[in-house]
């Protein structure tokens, strides 16, 4: 699948567990939302990442990516130190531009 280079790299970025890459994908008052919890702007999204990398080892494969206008869907299945891994993720983004300005993560 012919994925868009920001979507590519931000799926890169967190397999390779380069946080900083990957906050960089975000607008800088971003917001992600995972696990019941709220993460805003690049630092706090940074923060998250490392803890996530860290406690799962998460690896991603992508299944599917749909955009329509500013919204997307990423389609994953993520692997890695999680009960019932592997699993489907989606990942449902607004862009500002080439650049993420929301993500809730539900599984």
């Keep these: 699948m012919k994925l868009p ?3 590519a790299g931000f799926i890169q970025a967190q397999n390779e567990a380069d946080s900083t890459a990957f906050a ?6 971003a917001i992600v939302s995972d696990e019941d919890s709220s ?13 996530a990398i860290e406690k799962y080892k998460m690896q991603s494969k992508v299944i599917d990516f749909k955009q329509t206008g500013s919204k997307g869907t990423l389609i ?4 890695g130190d999680f009960p ?3 699993g489907v993720m989606h990942y449902h983004m607004e862009f500002d ?3 993420i300005r929301s993500l809730r ?3």
């Design 105 to 107: 993560i539900t599984g």
């Design 5 to 7: 280079e920001n979507i």
């Design 24 to 29: 960089n994908y975000f607008t800088e008052q």
């Design 39 to 51: 993460y805003t702007g690049r630092s706090e999204i940074k923060q998250w990442i490392e803890e």
């Design 84 to 86: 019932g891994s592997p």
């Design 76 to 79: 994953v299945e993520a692997s």
């Design 97 to 99: 531009g080439e650049l």
